[in-house]
């Protein structure tokens, strides 16, 4: 099961809106609406911010939203705060019954 | 308030075994499917393994299918990762989540450290 790819580095102002792309195949992403997004601070565990594409937790930010389009999910950063500079991960589950991860995003505050 | 907390990671040498746990708290463990993901150093988010909550259902990554085994003590509330045949590549820190139906971590241990080397 390959990774499913996502841009190396997002960038963006304080303010501003920021987007990551989250792509894989009919047989991930396309197939099950069971995309989840984490966040990752250097040194710290993952932290869920989106399930099942497009539900925020409780406690998370409504600044975080999702969504999916084909094979492809995004997840949306608005009003970008400094306490959003993180590694950002997609998860989707596979018609193999497994679970794969993106590659992950570094997204600055610039 | 749910708690996960691994330990058991280390140096060992390649070809070796270790034995991850993982103590749970704060939810009815016994009731929720639990999850093993790994992150290499400087590297992104892998998932290894996932195993139902009455322990009889479960599933691995091609990249240790063979030579980890996952399994689980709901008697203790305790999750474990049996690894053998390490490999240098196996280096990670591995968390322990707690996973949903619907395919998602809600919660997430510290993570421990393995060090595979010679």
């Known amino acids: 099961q390959s990774a499913l790819t996502q841009p190396a580095s997002v960038s963006g102002s304080p303010g501003q809106s920021i987007t990551i792309s989250c792509t894989g195949t009919s047989s991930d992403v396309g197939g099950y609406n069971y995309v989840s ?7 710290k ?3 869920l911010m989106i399930y099942e594409v497009s539900n925020r937790p409780s406690g998370v930010s409504n600044r975080f939203s999702g969504s999916k389009s084909g094979n492809t999910a995004s997840l949306t950063i608005s009003g970008l705060q400094a306490e959003d500079e993180a590694d950002y991960y997609c998860s989707s589950f596979t018609s ?10 570094k997204v600055t505050v610039l | 308030e749910v708690q996960l907390l691994e330990s058991g990671g280390g140096l060992i ?4 075994s270790l034995r991850l746990s993982c103590a749970a708290s704060g939810f009815t463990f016994s009731n929720y499917a639990m999850s093993w993901v ?23 990554a091609d990249s ?11 008697s203790k509330n305790t999750l474990y ?9 196996d280096t990670a820190v591995y968390y322990c989540a707690k996973r949903t139906v619907t395919r998602y971590f809600d919660y997430w241990g510290q993570g421990t450290l393995v060090t595979v080397s010679s």
Do not use: C
């Not at chain 1, 193999?96 to 995003?105: A, Q």
């Not at chain 2, 990762?81 to 590549?89: D, G, V, Y």
């Open chain 1, 45 to 47: 565990a993952p932290k």
């Open chain 1, 96 to 105: 193999s019954t497994t679970l794969v991860f993106g590659t992950g995003t």
């Open chain 2, 81 to 89: 990762l049996q690894m053998n045949s390490l490999r240098a590549e």
């Open chain 2, 38 to 60: 790994r992150q290499a150093p400087g590297k992104g988010l892998e998932w290894v393994s996932s195993i139902n909550g009455g322990g009889g259902n479960t599933y691995y």
């Open chain 2, 13 to 16: 040498q390649p070809g070796g």
């Open chain 2, 64 to 74: 240790v299918k063979g030579r980890f085994t996952i399994s689980r003590d709901n």
């Open chain 1, 37 to 43: 997004w984490y966040q990752q601070h250097p040194g």
